[in-house]
């Protein structure tokens, strides 16, 4: 009898299916001859069915931050990927462009922590998961498998989902939006207008004000910069360790937060978001692209394009 996943409830009820993310003005052709055949189904993300189109979306983010902005709400955006799949299955695989946990040991020891940021998220944040048909397939026994011990396909969504589901967590039209909608929101003029004005805390390893300056300017946006150091390593693990003197650091007049922390961004966004009432989204790649240091993340990302007239 085929195992049902949590992904198998999700679609059944018809809550959930998988469609292309297109969103107005995105250009993601020249990210996709770059990768070429490792792009493949990474358009088609999971949407709700009362989200009709990436637009929509990108929309519903905007609604969300801006409505918290003004009410003074908590409100963590959290983004999860192979790093975090991996993290979550308790593998050392999630160790790939920044180190993310010391070892095996470490991980399980931070997992408690994790799941309690996890359950936050479920009643006032947002998910946004990387689930794509390419990374949703059941491993299947390769035919020497007996040899190589590996089994053939793609499943780190899957399991995460069912990560989920184990804690009791569940995603919603509420608390789900898609992976590349934090890039599309975070890189539009949308967001930096949003932000004119406002002070916008950095939570990052690296900053270069006039970077920033520069990339909010092209809308005529203005934020009041505050760049709060952190470490570029196993924030993962080491967050506890850290967390007060951090959160001490962070302004109290602060009204909305970048946080660039890895695998850790989850609890760090958690635990701004709550002390300070305010926005705090997992901005990952974009800070590198805010700070001119695009290459950090080993080039371009879908969904952070524009096209050029």
Request: aromatic letters at 12%; a positive charge.
């Amino acid at each position: 009898m085929a195992k049902t996943y949590y992904l198998d409830y999700l679609q059944k009820s018809e809550e959930f299916s998988f469609k292309q993310l297109i969103v107005k003005d995105i250009d993601n052709e020249p990210v996709k001859k770059y990768h070429r055949s490792k792009m493949k189904d990474v358009e088609y993300c999971l949407f709700h069915r009362e989200a009709l189109s990436g637009d929509v979306y990108l929309k519903i983010l905007n609604d969300y931050i801006s409505a918290n902005l003004k009410s003074k709400t908590a409100a963590p955006v959290v983004r999860f990927a192979d790093g975090e799949y991996a993290f979550y299955a308790e593998s050392l695989q999630c160790n790939g462009l920044y180190q993310q946990a010391e070892s095996v040991e470490a991980i399980r020891k931070a997992m408690q922590s994790h799941v309690k940021a996890l359950k936050q998220l479920e009643i006032n944040g947002r998910y946004a998961p990387l689930i794509y048909p390419g990374n949703v397939r059941p491993k299947k026994k390769h035919l020497f498998s007996f040899l190589f011990k590996k089994k053939e396909g793609d499943d780190s969504a899957l399991m995460f989902l069912e990560f989920l589901r184990k804690h009791k967590i569940n995603l919603t039209r509420e608390n789900y939006l898609p992976f590349f909608v934090v890039y599309a929101y975070l890189t539009s003029e949308i967001f930096s207008k949003l932000v004119d004005g406002k002070k916008l805390c950095v939570v990052a390893s690296e900053f270069n004000i006039e970077a920033f300056k520069g990339w909010f300017n092209r809308f005529s946006s203005r934020p009041e910069f505050v760049f709060v150091e952190i470490p570029d390593r196993y924030m993962a693990t080491q967050w506890g360790r850290i967390k007060e003197n951090v959160l001490e650091e962070v302004p109290p007049d602060t009204d909305l937060c970048l946080i660039g922390a890895g695998i850790g961004a989850l609890l760090v966004c958690v635990d701004v978001a709550n002390e300070y009432k305010i926005p705090a989204i997992d901005a990952g790649h974009v800070l590198n692209m805010m700070n001119g240091r695009e290459d950090k993340s080993g080039g371009a990302r879908l969904y952070t394009i524009r096209e050029t007239s």
